[in-house]
Nanobody, 114 residues
């Protein structure tokens, strides 16, 4: 069984920054692909940033230049540093890890006020 515990998020003004964290625990024997999705009200869940088991990062166009994903393999933890936040970034952010199947965190709300 794998569990993902998310932290961070909250309310921030446009132009501000937030840092999300996601810690995976359970039966994890190797380094795995992890990442972040988000779902805004009335919209489908969309990818934000991903990081492979060897640290290759990929970003949605909306996140490029503003968000940075990083990982601490020893702690099975990833972070999402979000800078220059915009109201359009308002969403529930979900982290995931792929260990054969996809496992998801419960989500954390990010609200960016204009």
């Amino acid at each position: 069984q794998v569990q993902l515990v998310q932290s961070g998020g909250g309310l921030v003004q446009a132009g501000g920054s937030l840092r999300l964290s996601c810690a995976a625990s359970g039966t994890i024997r190797t380094t795995n692909a992890m990442g972040w999705y988000r779902q805004a009200p009335g919209k489908q869940r969309e990818v934000v940033a991903t990081i492979t088991s060897i640290g290759i990062e990929n970003y949605a166009d909306s996140a490029k230049g503003r968000f940075t994903i990083s990982r601490d393999n020893a702690k099975n933890t990833i972070h999402l540093q979000m800078n220059s936040l915009k109201p359009d970034d308002t969403a529930v952010y979900y982290c995931y890890i792929i260990i054969g199947s996809w496992y998801w965190g419960k989500g954390t709300l990010v609200t960016v006020s204009s």
